[in-house]
T-cell receptor, first 115, second 115 residues
Framework: EPEVTQTPSHQVTQMGQEVILRCVPI?????FYWYRQILGQKVEFLVS????????KSEIFDDQFSVERPDGSNFTLKIRSTKLEDSAMYFC?????????????FGDGTRLSIL | AQKVTQAQTEISVVEKEDVTLDCVYE???????LFWYKQPPSGELVFLIR??????QNEISGRYSWNFQKSTSSFNFTITASQVVDSAVYFC????????????FGTGTRLKVLA
């Protein structure tokens, strides 16, 4: 069964550095999402992306965050100047449609640790 | 506004006991989807079930069963004859059909099944 893949599985970065988290969604999917889970807390929506633009973003998704689909396969989340509180698990998800006919498929996550 | 409440933070049971995880949701949409995900210690999100708001039939899958009651806005999850491998954090989530179908997760219930 096709799956969403995320790399790296664990990223350690110094505070203030830029980090790029990578995701390869399922190939025929059209809608892409990033979620964040701070350790021990719930999974929170960050941003949704469709037709090469952001369709919705949460209040967490401030100016230090950006997303991009640089080619036909990758979907990236960039954090420009990381802070300690950005330490979390970041999940990428994709779905074929937003008609609700298909659930979102989640990757296994990237654990981001900011030192 | 949409919201998912999982009032049980942590539940401990002895193997072979039945356990029910509660989920209460709030939404203004008349059409929406509800989900349960399992998060084992390895951290990935494992999809368990999706239910749309028009389908109030209860569902059973092996030792798992789900009780959806629109009248009380609840979507509870029961594990029958629990096993140690069921130990995980379980998240309930809501996806509204207005907007981008993002998922709103509850805070999760940590289930510990003791041998």
């Amino acid at each position: 069964e096709p799956e969403v893949t995320q790399t790296p599985s664990h990223q350690v970065t110094q505070m203030g550095q830029e980090v790029i988290l990578r995701c390869v969604p399922i190939s025929n999917h059209l809608y892409f999402y990033w979620y964040r889970q701070i350790l021990g807390q719930k999974v929170e929506f960050l941003v949704s992306f469709y037709n090469n633009e952001i369709s919705e973003k949460s209040e967490i998704f401030d100016d230090q965050f950006s997303v991009e689909r640089p080619d036909g396969s990758n979907f990236t989340l960039k954090i420009r100047s990381t802070k300690l509180e950005d330490s979390a698990m970041y999940f990428c998800a994709s779905s074929g449609t937003v008609k609700g006919n298909q659930p979102q498929h989640f990757g296994d996550g990237t654990r981001l640790s900011i030192l | 506004a949409q919201k998912v409440t999982q009032a049980q933070t942590e539940i401990s049971v002895v193997e072979k006991e039945d356990v029910t995880l509660d989920c209460v949701y709030e939404t203004r949409d008349t059409t929406y989807y509800l989900f349960w995900y399992k998060q084992p210690p390895s951290g990935e999100l494992v999809f368990l079930i999706r239910r749309n708001s028009f389908d109030e039939q209860n569902e059973i899958s092996g030792r798992y069963s789900w009780n959806f009651q629109k009248s009380t806005s609840s979507f509870n999850f029961t594990i029958t004859a629990s096993q140690v491998v069921d130990s995980a954090v379980y998240f309930c989530a809501l996806s509204e059909t207005s907007g981008t179908y993002k998922y709103i997760f509850g805070t999760g219930t940590r289930l510990k099944v003791l041998a």
